[in-house]
């Protein structure tokens, strides 16, 4: 069993950034994929971006460019790193490990971006 929390949502402007961490309970050097999902009113969760324990890493075409996902295995903490943020943005984030066939998610955060 794998516990994710996450942390670092809030409220910021457009054209600001943000940093969301995940923590899990386990070694991320043994998870497989770990990714970012995002849930905004109305909408289908979608795969904002994910790494793979060999540290692949891709992308939803809406955040090329403005967001980086990375992991510290010592940390055992996926980061997101949001840049540029756009209102569309909006949405509440959620963490995603995966190994086998095995799926865990954290509890989700929500980023607003408003002025």
């Known amino acids: 069993q794998v516990q994710l929390v996450e942390s670092g949502g809030g409220l910021v402007q457009p054209g600001g950034s943000l940093r969301l961490s995940c923590a899990a309970s386990?070694?991320?050097?043994?998870?497989?994929?770990m990714g970012w999902y995002r849930q905004a009113p109305g909408k289908k969760r979608e795969l904002v971006a994910f790494?793979?324990?060999?540290?692949?890493?891709d992308y939803a075409d809406s955040v090329k460019g403005r967001f980086a996902i990375s992991r510290d295995n010592v940390k055992n903490t996926m980061y997101l790193q949001m840049n540029s943020l756009k209102p569309e943005d909006t949405a509440v984030y959620y963490c995603?490990?995966?190994?086998?066939?095995?799926?865990?998610w954290g509890q989700g955060t929500q980023i607003t971006v408003s002025s």
């Open positions: 995603n490990a995966a190994n086998y066939a095995a799926n865990y």
């Open positions: 386990v070694r991320t050097s043994t998870i497989n994929i």
């Open positions: 790494i793979t324990r060999a540290g692949l890493r």
